[in-house]
């Protein structure tokens, strides 16, 4: 074989070891792609699946307590009862009310409106009665049955605000009791 033959071979064998490399390259893209192809439609079937577990598990609590659904209105009421008898006690003390950006230059009329607010939640809330103790529960069932009803975002607030009322109350009243302890 002569220098050109070999030179000939050569570029033979490197014309097809690009083309080659492009085939192989070409077939790693396309497999990439059915891959990930693949990946969205597992994705999606597993939401699906998570869509139906939720909706089986939400079907079967109200099947269990349909008794508990019948009648809404009425645990509806009973929970906003406390939370209207509360909203009421609280008409004249606004100073005592949590506000950013308001600083108090009376400091007896705030210690007045603290005392009146820790009293108005503890006459709205008595740790006795078994709505009290029911409302976090309640509240819990009743966002469960919106958001199956498709109103979760209506009721979820109001649960949230109801939660982070009953928190902030809670805080606020044992805080005014440490504070009238020392």
């Known amino acids: 074989m002569t ?19 492009a085939a192989a390259s070409e077939e790693l893209e396309r497999l990439v792609r059915e891959a990930e192809q693949a990946k969205r439609a597992l994705a999606e079937e597993e939401r699906k699946l998570k869509l139906m577990r939720e909706y089986c598990a939400l079907t079967t609590w109200m099947s269990a307590n349909r008794e508990a659904l019948a009648d809404m209105g009425a645990q509806i009421a009973r929970v ?11 008409a004249e003390t606004t100073r005592a009310m949590p506000i950013s950006g308001v600083y108090y230059s009376d400091g007896e009329a705030l210690v007045d409106d603290m005392q009146k607010f820790a009293d108005a939640v503890s006459s709205s809330f008595p740790a006795t009665e078994s709505n009290v103790k029911d409302l976090y529960g309640m509240a819990s069932r009743l966002s469960r049955l ?33 504070g009238s302890l020392k």
Not at 80 to 90: D, N, R
Not at 154 to 175: I, M, N, T
């Open 80 to 90: 906003s009862e406390p939370y209207t008898k509360f909203s009421q006690s609280l």
């Open 146 to 178: 919106y958001k199956a009803l498709g109103q979760e975002r209506e009721l979820l607030s109001e649960c949230d605000r109801l939660k982070q009322s009953l928190e902030h109350a809670a805080v606020l009243a044992v805080s005014s009791k440490l």
């Open 3 to 21: 220098y050109t033959q070999w030179l000939m071979i050569e570029a033979r064998s490197k014309i097809e070891f690009e083309e080659n490399k």
